[in-house]
């Protein structure tokens, strides 16, 4: 069994949707029993929140299932026990430092890297210097884009499900 953690600042916006993205289209394509999919914040604001209502509204818009949500940060233990922890952006990578020193294990990407099978390294995709729209989902408690957010992290989602 894969076991993938979506990891975004709050645990109430961008890893939320891309949970239930993800399990969703896990479930269509009749694989639902090869993963385990959870999400996790990294930070410690929006501990036991549900999921933001502007993010339950897209993701009812497209007829996404979800259920009730309750933010929670990541631990450690969860670096040992996930195979996958995936993060919305870079500002998620510095935050995870403090959770996990190192990530020995190479388990640590960001959701955008999946597309077109980007492995971005020190910030260089094809000798070029990846700007944030290469790497980063824009965080919609921001910027009140949601329709972006959830078309960004529904194509990094069916972009790691090819890939797996």
């Given amino acids: 069994m894969t076991k993938i953690l979506f990891i975004c600042h709050g645990n109430i916006c961008r890893s939320p949707m891309a949970e239930f993205i ?4 896990v479930s269509q394509a009749g694989r639902s029993d090869e993963f385990e999919i959870a999400s996790a914040a990294v930070s410690t604001e929006e501990i036991g929140n549900d999921i933001y209502p502007p993010a339950k509204r897209m993701l009812t818009s497209q007829n ?14 969860d670096y040992a026990y996930y195979d996958h922890i995936i993060c919305m952006d870079q500002s998620n990578l510095r935050w995870l430092n403090y959770i996990i020193p ?24 094809n000798d070029k210097m990846v700007n944030d729209q290469m790497v980063n989902i ?13 078309n960004d992290i529904l194509e990094g989602c069916q972009a790691l499900l090819n890939q797996l």
Avoid: C
């Avoid at 190192?102 to 995709?125: E, G, Y």
């Fill in 102 to 125: 190192s990530d020995s294990a190479h388990k640590v990407t960001l959701l955008k890297q999946w597309v077109n099978d980007q492995m971005v390294n020190d910030k260089m995709v």
């Fill in 138 to 150: 824009s965080d919609p408690w921001y910027t009140g884009d949601f329709e972006k957010a959830y």
């Fill in 22 to 25: 993800m399990k969703h289209l």
């Fill in 64 to 77: 996404i299932p979800f259920a009730h949500h309750s933010a929670r940060r990541m631990t450690r233990a």
